[in-house]
Each structure stands twice: as C-alpha cells, then as structure tokens.
C-alpha cells in the first residue's frame, strides 16, 4: 500500500510524493530525504559580446544617465537585439536600463507587445 507524503520545501514550495511500502521498508524521492530537488541557477547567463547587444546596453545606459525612464531605454535597446534569445535580452535590459531580474522579464514581455502592437505589418 502506498500513500501521499506532502513536503515544504525552503523554497516553500510543496512537493508531493508517492510512497511505497517495498516489504516492509519505505521508498521515498531523495528531496525529502534532505536532499534538495534541483539545485538552482546562482547566477544568470551572461549576454554574449555581440557587438548588437553592446550597442544596445550602451544606448541604454546613455538614456537612463540623460535622465529618461526605463521604459524609453528598453525599447530603444528592443530593436537593436529583438532576434536574439529571452535569455540575452532580459540579460540586456538588465546591465543597460538598470533592471532587476524579475523587471527585465516584465519589461522584455512588455517591449514584444508594444513592438507587435505598433509595428506595421507586411
């Protein structure tokens, strides 16, 4: 017989399990054992020296030091580097418009549905 063992884990996310009673001796996934389940990212990716994305930070960072707002910055940066991956944008707007990571995933999704919006189509 088996049953259902729930697990918070510091991450304060739940994690449900099915035990399993082999002969006797309990069978359960390492993570509740004390172990962790995934190990997490510690830091995130590094935008590529691609001469676009530098071009890019620097834009930003040059609108940003003029006094306008993130929002100016990352869509003047958005053009400029909008064919390379989520991962290297976000990175973008992060080092150029001075945004946390959280902010320049907001931001990134934000710029793709002002850019479709305000792009003519062909």
Same mark, same amino acid.
């Not at 259902?4 to 001796?25: P, Y």
């Not at 945004?99 to 850019?115: D, M, P, Q, S, W």
């Given at each position: 017989?088996?049953?259902?063992?729930?697990?918070?884990?510091?991450?304060?996310?739940?994690?449900?399990?099915?035990?399993?009673?082999?002969?006797?001796?309990?069978v359960m996934p390492s993570y509740l054992n004390g172990e962790p389940a995934m190990t997490a990212n510690p830091s995130p990716p590094k935008a590529p020296k691609d001469p676009a994305v530098a071009k890019a930070i620097a834009s930003g960072k040059a609108l940003i030091a003029q006094g306008k707002s993130k929002v100016a910055a990352t869509r003047a940066m958005y053009p400029l580097i909008q064919s390379e991956s989520r991962e290297v944008i976000c990175q973008a707007f992060l080092e150029g418009?001075?945004?946390?990571?959280?902010? %320049?995933?907001? =931001? !990134?999704?934000? %710029?793709?549905? =002002? !850019?479709?919006?305000?792009?003519?189509?062909?």
């Open positions: 017989m088996g049953y259902i063992v729930a697990h918070l884990n510091s991450d304060f996310k739940v994690h449900l399990a099915l035990t399993l009673n082999l002969g006797g001796q309990r418009a001075d945004l946390t990571e959280r902010g %320049a995933l907001t =931001y !990134f999704y934000n %710029a793709v549905r =002002y !850019f479709k919006q305000h792009t003519p189509s062909a």
